[in-house]
């Protein structure tokens, strides 16, 4: 059973910066699509960024330009760099499998005051 653990999330100012790391257990993570989602209150939660075992990235278009997904397989890792950050970007972040299993971690909070 897979299992995620992501970290990084914070409070900070519109145009700062946060790197949101996803540690994952398991022996297939390197041939596993991985993606960040993120869900705010009242809301669906959302795909945000996927990267493909080849590296290909895919991005939501409200994010495009500002945030970067990268993985290291040898850590089992995967990250999100977010810059330029907007007070739209609050929520909580997850990271899972794309396409998403059954299986969430807590996520990680991100705030962004205006």
């Known amino acids: 059973q897979v299992q995620f653990v992501e970290s990084g999330g914070d409070l900070v100012q519109a145009g700062g910066s946060l790197r949101l790391s996803c540690a994952a257990s398991?022996?297939?993570?390197?041939?596993?699509?991985m993606a960040w989602y993120r869900q705010s209150p009242g809301k669906q939660r959302e795909l945000v960024a996927r990267?493909?075992?080849?590296?290909?990235?895919n991005y939501a278009d409200s994010v495009k330009g500002r945030f970067t997904i990268s993985r290291d397989n040898a850590e089992n890792t995967v990250y999100l760099q977010m810059n330029n950050l907007k007070p739209e970007d609050t929520a909580v972040y997850y990271c899972?499998?794309?396409?998403?299993?059954?299986?969430w971690g807590q996520g990680t909070q991100v705030t962004v005051s205006s």
């Open positions: 899972n499998k794309f396409p998403s299993t059954i299986l």
């Open positions: 398991g022996s297939t993570f390197s041939v596993n699509a």
């Open positions: 990267i493909a075992a080849n590296r290909i990235t």
